[in-house]
């Protein structure tokens, strides 16, 4: 005789439940574990804007570049912030170097990988670069391609001029190549304060004091190139050295003191925000 069967019907009831609840707590423990999770945002996204923060773009130029290009973003991703590599194709020699790049383009929307063309401008003899409007162009577009760049978002090597949608102004504002990269659908980002270099040295001219003091100034008198937000141009060469990289983990720590400032990846600057 089968034991199930001079069991009493309660009993047989409650080993049913029993088996029903652990093979329930057993799928959900499955569901759990491979639940959907949600969709990496796209470089590009909209987002929507708060009238009451002031919005900071921090955008390095030349990398791939380390020591320096890794202590930016260690930093960065140290304070919790977004920032912009504006990279150079002719600088991603070796695997470290495109391990660093690859490292930028998959860590959206932490960091956002630009385009700065693939030889700097002719390893910076930017007359002829920018006389060459073909050769220009070219450059650009395989630095596009080698790097992988997920955005059509450019910065002129050497040149501060601002591009979108036909909107042009800046130092190559009648410039065939510019115009030639805006009606490529090409937008064109400029800056409104520089962290410069101190002439040769790799280390940064400006002290934090006084980035600090023009970061607000600009906000305050509103002279940035959009109301609210204010592009910030450097060089990951410039952060080599610990101290300097101490500077910049400073001068992002005395920024986030104040609730007002939000830091944001270029791609959701206003001019590329408009064309969604």
């Known amino acids: 005789m089968k034991i199930f069967s001079i069991l009493p019907i309660s009993l047989l009831s409650l080993v049913g439940f029993i088996s029903c609840n652990n093979a329930t707590s057993k799928n959900e423990g499955k569901k ?3 639940a959907i999770q949600p969709a990496k945002p796209l470089p590009g996204s909209v987002i929507k804007y708060d009238s009451s923060k002031r919005y900071i773009f921090l955008t390095w130029d030349d990398s791939p570049q380390p020591p320096g290009t890794i202590n930016c973003k260690a930093i960065f991703h140290k304070e919790g912030i977004k920032a912009t590599f504006f990279s150079v194709g002719f600088n991603q020699v070796g695997p470290l170097k495109k391990r660093l790049i690859d490292s930028i383009r998959n860590a959206y929307p932490e960091f956002l990988l630009a385009n ?12 002829k670069f920018y006389s060459l409007t073909d050769s220009a162009y070219s450059d650009f577009m395989k630095n596009e391609k080698e790097l ?6 450019i910065r002129l ?5 601002w591009a979108s949608n036909g909107n042009i102004h800046g130092q190559k ?3 065939p190549l510019i115009k030639r990269l805006d009606s490529a659908g090409y937008t064109i980002i400029g800056w409104d304060i520089e962290w410069g270099q101190n002439g040769k040295k790799k280390e940064p001219k400006e002290s934090v004091v006084e980035m600090i003091k023009r ?5 305050d008198d509103g002279s940035t190139n959009e109301q609210n937000m204010i592009v910030i141009l450097s ?6 050295k610990k101290q300097f990289a101490d500077s910049l983990e400073t001068f992002i720590s005395e920024l986030k003191k104040d609730p007002r400032n939000v830091f944001e990846t270029i791609d959701h600057y206003p001019s590329l925000q408009r064309k969604k």
Do not use: C, M, W
């Open 235 to 240: 060089h990951d060469r410039l952060f080599e």
């Open 148 to 153: 992988q760049i997920p955005v059509k978002i």
């Open 157 to 161: 090597p050497g040149n501060n001029t």
């Open 32 to 34: 759990d574990s491979t």
């Open 215 to 219: 970061v607000n100034q600009k906000f």
């Open 173 to 175: 504002a009648e410039n």
């Open 116 to 127: 700065h063309s693939f030889t700097h401008g002719f390893n910076d003899k930017y007359a």
